[in-house]
């Protein structure tokens, strides 16, 4: 059955014959990255860099997907990192772990797709076989877990405490914290904080930005007074969140490469089937440096790896 990550559970099998929003909260901590992941990224810049390097890959390979299906492989590449990780983060390492995770979020999605769909940028070519091996150990680093549970999933719950009347405004205020949900993402501050806890400060902080400021502490309040939500955690989150949401950046899916914060990293865009621009691209977008890269560069990778 095809994942909705707004509804992801419903109707999977018996044991989930119509997922409630309690059993969401009861089981999002199981979808979430580990503490010591969390930590390494805040203490150790080459961690940092792999993720974004990957990050950077799904954004490439996926971007004609639409905003989900990569946000969905995200969430897997988070997973995977905290669970097994990789000890040697080479580039084709890296590369291959980008492939299988967008290629297990388009499968889970049913989302038509071929293998080639994800060859020929980035210089490394994989057979299937390799792509399926890589597969099976996210699976299992993922605990067979593919099912995730994601911020999404709580928006239309937390919008619901709103008791907003005009369908038109209450579309308006999922749709900006959809949009701040995506942004968020990149921002490796957020990985701590339980899925549902960025979707109640997204909500909020587009409450914040859409309702005037008579209506905002009811909001507020109303958040606050879930039982479901830490308070300390949603306060600090939504400082987080704010701040995200007011930057003004364009998200990941706009384009294809990212722009955050941090270190520089690197995509590669396709020019001619002869060869391919290598750019490197700054915190905010901004190309500054352009080398060529053959094609007859390009490695064919198969077998154990």
Known sequence: MELDLENPLSNVNDLFPAASTPSLFLLESHHMPTLYY?????????????????????????CKFGPFLPYLAITYLDRFLSSQGVAQPNAWVLRLVAISCVSLAAKMMKTDFSLGDFQGDGGFMFDAQTVERMEYLILGALKWRMRSITPFSFVSFFISLFKVKDPPLKQALKARAVEII???????????????????????????????GK??????????????????????????????????????????????????????????????KRRKINDYGTIIKTVDCPASKRVLIHGPF
């Not at 969390?38 to 961690?47: E, V």
């Not at 993402?185 to 859409?210: G, M, N, Y």
């Not at 003004?248 to 002869?274: A, C, K, N």
């Open 182 to 212: 995506f942004k968020a993402q990149l921002d490796t501050k957020l990985l701590e904080f339980k899925p549902s806890t960025i979707a109640a400060s997204a909500v909020l902080s587009a409450s914040h930005q859409l309702f005037d």
């Open 215 to 276: 209506q905002f502490p009811s909001f507020k309040k109303a958040i606050s007074s879930c039982s479901y939500v830490n308070k300390e955690n949603m306060v600090k989150c939504t400082n987080w969140v704010e701040e995200i949401a007011m930057e003004g950046s364009e998200s990941i899916w706009d384009y294809q490469h990212i722009s955050g914060s941090g270190s520089e990293i690197t995509t590669v865009t396709p020019r001619t089937e002869g060869d391919m």
């Open 38 to 62: 969390i930590n390494t990224l805040k203490a150790t810049h080459l961690d940092i860099s792999v993720r974004r390097e990957a990050i950077s890959s799904i954004s490439q390979l996926s």
